[in-house]
């Protein structure tokens, strides 16, 4: 069965200082691997997407992550975060193994940038 | 453009209840979803359709929750005999193609009382 860990329930981080959301994820296949932020009240929005190629993806509002297959992780990461960046923010796979579209969330990290 | 919409925006029925959730899927995307997220979780699969056929119901808890999508966009979950334990958020998504993102609804907060 696929999973998704994100070892973090929160993260804090001073504005203008780099911040990194940690994931990892476990699957029979090859994965497809996703990261969302989740505001108050509102709906879960896309940040960047792997699918195959560069390990090292960017997304929208200066996000980024790595694809680590060695170490099956998929971190988010920002050079310098903003205090509107604080959010919750979910990692997701699909294992491309399966039949179906199906994703697998992780539990959700908390991101609090203080100014 | 429009997103995903989803009605009503929250729920309040009490135990036993029969309840629906609707939901408008971005237009021309084929695929769509349903999930559940609970307090403080990540969201939980329910059902995967294309088109108008469910291609993976797995996620479904029990014969009580059922989902349709008779032509191929708006889906409307139900939920019989309604249990405090179904109170949750309920995610809709849709994508143009199944290993493309997926772009979620507001969502419909469900509470049994």
């Known amino acids: 069965a696929q999973s998704v860990a994100q070892p973090e329930d929160q993260v804090n981080v001073a504005e203008g200082n780099p911040l990194t959301v940690k994931c990892t994820y476990s699957?029979?296949?090859?994965?497809?691997l996703f990261w969302y932020v989740q505001y108050p009240n509102r709906g879960l929005q896309f940040l960047l997407k792997?699918?195959?190629?560069?390990?090292l993806v960017k997304g929208s509002y200066g996000f980024e992550a790595e694809f680590n297959k060695s170490q099956t992780s998929f971190h988010l990461k920002k050079p310098s975060a903003l205090v509107s960046d604080s959010a919750l923010y979910f990692c997701?796979?699909?294992?491309?193994?399966?039949?179906?579209?199906?994703?697998?969330f992780g539990g959700g990290t908390r991101l609090m940038v203080k100014p | 453009g429009a997103g995903v919409s989803q009605t009503p925006s929250n729920k309040v029925t009490e135990k036993g209840k029969y309840v629906e959730l609707r939901c408008d899927p971005i237009?021309?995307?084929?695929?769509l979803y349903w999930y559940r997220q609970s307090l403080g979780q990540g969201p939980e699969f329910l059902i995967y359709?294309?088109?108008?056929?469910?291609?993976?119901d797995s996620g479904l808890p029990n014969d009580r929750f059922f989902a349709v999508r008779p032509e191929g966009s708006v889906s409307t979950l139900k939920i019989q005999r309604t249990e405090r334990g179904d109170s949750a958020v309920y995610l809709c998504?849709?994508?143009?193609?199944?290993?493309?993102?997926?772009?979620f609804g507001p969502g419909t907060r469900l509470t049994v009382l």
């Open positions: 998504a849709s994508s143009e193609q199944g290993y493309n993102e997926q772009f």
């Open positions: 792997y699918i195959t190629g560069d390990n």
């Open positions: 699957v029979s296949g090859n994965p497809y």
């Open positions: 997701a796979v699909r294992d491309t193994s399966r039949a179906g579209n199906m994703l697998t």
């Open positions: 237009s021309g995307h084929t695929a």
């Open positions: 359709f294309q088109g108008t056929g469910a291609a993976d």
